[in-house]
């Protein structure tokens, strides 16, 4: 079953900078590979929304919110997929969850517990 552990989260001021991490286990380097990794978040009383995907050929997909201020990477060999956050906003306060989207699937089978984000003004 694969895990998906996020770290990096914490208290920013706006303007300032946070660089998320996930790292998925059990499951094997080509699998993660194969697959399109993202990020979502979510606030209180909202919908889970997505922030960012990038899929297996490096393919990148951003919400409008966030485009020119976060970047989302991936290493493969370390089944990792990276979010940097920059020029955060108080807006971009919430729940950040790491995702994996295997191939053939129609939206993402794993879901990391997420870690949180909080940008004060």
């Known amino acids: 079953q694969v895990q998906l552990v996020e770290s990096g989260g914490g208290l920013v001021q706006a303007g300032g900078s946070l660089r998320l991490s996930c790292v998925a286990s059990?499951?094997?380097?080509?699998?993660?590979?194969?697959?399109?990794l993202g990020w979502f978040r979510q606030v209180p009383g909202k919908q889970r929304e997505l922030v960012a995907t990038i899929s297996r050929h490096g393919d990148t997909n951003y919400a409008d919110s966030v485009k020119g201020r976060f970047t989302i990477s991936r290493e493969n060999d370390k089944k990792t997929v990276s979010l940097q956050m920059n020029s955060l906003k108080p807006e971009d306060t919430g729940v950040y969850y790491c995702?994996?989207?295997?191939?053939?699937?129609?939206?993402?089978?794993?879901w990391g517990r997420g870690t949180q984000v909080t940008v004060s003004s």
């Open positions: 995702s994996l989207e295997r191939p053939g699937s129609i939206g993402p089978d794993s």
């Open positions: 059990g499951t094997i380097v080509p699998i993660v590979s194969a697959s399109t």
